[in-house]
């Protein structure tokens, strides 16, 4: 699916995904090679494919993004 980068931390990138949802592509989901800084690999407000890969519920929904297992299918 398509999402739109909100913003990022140390430990990943925010990634609108529509219907008001939001999820995390952890660091290590960014791409194949290491990297340790999110701004180095996505900009804010760039477009982005990404694959759900995790979705927790309890006690509050997250949802777990991967950026480079998209082009792994």
Known sequence: MTGTVTG???????????????????I????????????EVVV???EVEVMIINIETSPLLKI?????RVGNL
């Not at 290590?28 to 701004?39: F, G, I, N, Q, V």
């Not at 777990?64 to 480079?68: A, F």
């Open 8 to 26: 990022w931390k140390d430990f990943g990138a925010f990634v609108d995904i529509g219907s008001g949802l939001r999820g995390l592509v952890h």
């Open 28 to 39: 290590s989901e960014l791409r194949d090679e290491y990297t340790d800084d999110p701004s």
């Open 44 to 46: 804010i407000g760039e």
């Open 64 to 68: 777990g993004l991967s950026m480079k």
